[in-house]
């Protein structure tokens, strides 16, 4: 069965820092590798996905993320965070099947600093 | 392009009430509808899915069912509410297994109900 771990509930960085943010998996075989975000009271939307090919992803907003199997990783990345990035923040796994469903790890609340 | 719709936004509905939420999708055809819910500080949980018209999967035991009446309609129901079914949920969408190419099993949200049982 397919799990995810996010394994920081909340993260507080100050506005223009870095910021990484964990994800573990336990997949079968190759998976397929998603970032949402959830503004609060909002859908999530997507930030970026892995299926296959260069293991450095880049997604919207600014944000990165790099796939290491070796450590069944999928960590995502800014460079300098805004304000405006505060909000909720989910990992997913799911495989490209015909119910093509997706397991969600528990979200990481990141919260920005002036 | 394609939009997902849910209503209604916020319900507040007393024990033992019955319930009714709708979510429709439109600029696309035959898409895999699914219904989360998503307690608060939690992450979300699959309730059921819907490769197709009349085709439902159930994901948990539960109080809630649901329908999918129209190709691009999928409504969440209970026959008598309880307090733990208070939450927020979430409709969502993916493209067919047969038109996903690139995008494969990339999920597309509603922006979500808030339902609070009194």
């Known amino acids: 069965a397919q799990s995810v771990t996010q394994p920081d509930i909340h993260i507080t960085v100050s506005e223009g820092a870095s910021l990484e943010l964990r994800c573990n998996y336990s997949?079968?075989?190759?998976?397929?590798l998603f970032w949402y975000v959830q503004s609060p009271g909002q859908g999530l939307q997507l930030l970026l996905k892995?299926?296959?090919?260069?293991?450095l992803v880049q997604g919207i907003k600014g944000f990165e993320a790099e796939f290491k199997r070796s450590q069944s990783s999928f960590n995502l990345r800014k460079p300098s965070v805004h304000w405006s990035d505060a909000a909720e923040y989910f990992c997913?796994?799911?495989?490209?099947?015909?119910?093509?469903?997706?397991?969600f790890g528990d979200g990481t609340t990141l919260t920005v600093k002036p | 392009s394609q939009t997902i719709h849910q209503w209604p936004a916020t319900l507040v509905q007393p024990v033992g009430s019955p319930l009714s939420l709708e979510c429709t999708v439109e600029?696309?055809?035959?898409?895999?509808l699914y219904w989360y819910r998503q307690a608060a500080g939690r992450g979300l949980q699959l309730l059921f899915y819907s490769v197709g018209i009349g085709q439902i999967s159930s994901e948990v035991p539960q109080n809630l069912s649901a329908s999918r009446p129209q190709d691009r309609q999928f409504i969440l129901s209970s026959k008598k509410l309880l307090l733990s079914d208070s939450g927020f949920y979430l409709c969502?969408?993916?493209?067919?297994?047969?038109?996903?190419?690139?995008?494969?099993?990339?999920?597309?949200f509603g922006e979500g109900s808030w339902l609070t049982v009194v």
């Open positions: 997913a796994v799911g495989p490209n099947t015909n119910a093509g469903k997706s397991t």
């Open positions: 892995y299926f296959s090919g260069d293991t």
């Open positions: 969502a969408w993916v493209p067919p297994f047969a038109v996903r190419g690139s995008s494969g099993n990339t999920i597309y």
């Open positions: 997949y079968g075989a190759t998976p397929y």
């Open positions: 600029g696309t055809s035959n898409p895999n």
